[in-house]
């Protein structure tokens, strides 16, 4: 097998030195600026040829200028003889439009994972995805192996421990959220629920719960993927309220928190919103780490 290494590109770099101790494989630096005018340069020091890479490089905040990044590296390390590139992208940016909903539109998900596997990489990891867009026809057809793993098992675990859940239950903010309360559910020996979400605009949605929902005198802990605007989660929270629920605890893999989020979630009445450092914030209490590292260690 070929020797394994770990690079960090700019948006993940503390991320990726934590695996490649993890996995006691080497880790290579890789040096980022910008020139000027703002295009990106990259420099790898260290010797990649005929080595198996793990890039680390999440897609948050600036994806655009990470994804050039990421481009940029893999191209290069295939340059530089690297035998096989591993992508892992924990936070993976364009992948809510992996439809075209309006005619005319973009499909940024096939473009974005097109140009992923045609710039060189041979293997890909994301953390947290809509599955069913993973399992899609035209995922398939791109012949990319992508491995989608879940951060909530270390939520779950996390939010029980650190809060203390009593009698826990957990809440899917919406129907797409049912694929990450019920692994949640299950690391803590609890049940879980799912409400109903209607998007209304890219900031507006309308939830409401899908049967009668009793969650009096319990502990509850929201799980979702992303926290963007903070929409969805402050009306998961302000149902988890209104039916009776004694505490919240509001938790996702992507913290994106735009538009003053957090504030809004804690203002709704959650006891806490807590995420992972897929996206590094004031929140990534959670490593997805430990996840990395056991779906790499095969490879060192
Ligand atoms: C949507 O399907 C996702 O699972 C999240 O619920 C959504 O991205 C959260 O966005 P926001 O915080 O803006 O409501």
Redesign the pocket.
């Known amino acids: 097998m070929a020797s394994l290494a770990i690079l960090g590109g700019s948006s993940s770099q503390p991320l990726a030195y934590r695996i490649a101790k993890g996995l006691r494989t080497e880790y290579i630096r890789i040096e980022t600026r910008k020139f000027p005018d703002g295009e990106k340069y990259a420099r790898i020091h260290g010797n990649v040829e005929g080595k198996s890479i793990v890039l680390v490089q999440s897609m948050y905040h600036r994806p655009d200028e990470y994804l050039m990044e990421y481009f940029l590296i893999v191209d290069t390390l295939k340059d530089l003889g690297a035998k096989k590139v591993i992508g892992v992208i924990p936070y993976f940016a364009y992948a809510?439009q992996d439809h075209r909903f309006n005619p005319g539109e973009i499909l940024s998900l096939k473009t974005v994972f097109k140009l992923i596997k045609d710039v060189g990489t041979d293997e890909l990891y994301v953390i947290d995805m809509?599955r069913h867009r993973m399992g899609d026809e035209l995922m398939k057809s791109i012949g990319l192996p992508t491995h989608n793993l879940t951060a909530m098992r270390l939520l779950g675990r996390y939010a029980l421990d650190r809060f203390r859940l009593e009698d826990p239950v957990v809440l899917g903010?919406?129907e797409?959220?049912e694929q990450w309360a019920r692994i949640a559910a299950e690391e803590i020996g609890a049940e879980y629920v799912c409400l109903v979400?209607r998007?209304i605009s890219?900031?507006e949605?309308e939830t409401r719960p899908r049967r009668e929902l009793d969650l009096r005198g319990k502990d509850v802990l929201i799980v979702?993927?992303?926290?963007?605007?903070?929409?969805?989660?402050?009306?998961a929270v302000t149902i988890a309220l209104k039916q009776g629920a004694k505490r919240v605890i509001a938790a996702?893999t992507h913290p994106?928190l735009?538009?003053n989020?957090l504030v809004k979630v804690l203002e709704a009445g959650a006891e806490a919103l807590i995420g992972t450092d897929t996206v590094p914030s004031p929140i990534s209490y959670v490593s997805v780490a430990p996840v990395i590292i056991d779906a790499l260690r095969h490879l060192a």
């Open positions: 809510r809509h903010p919406d797409e959220a979400k998007r890219d900031r949605v979702d993927d992303i926290v963007s605007t903070g929409g969805t989660m402050v009306n996702c994106i735009v538009e989020a």
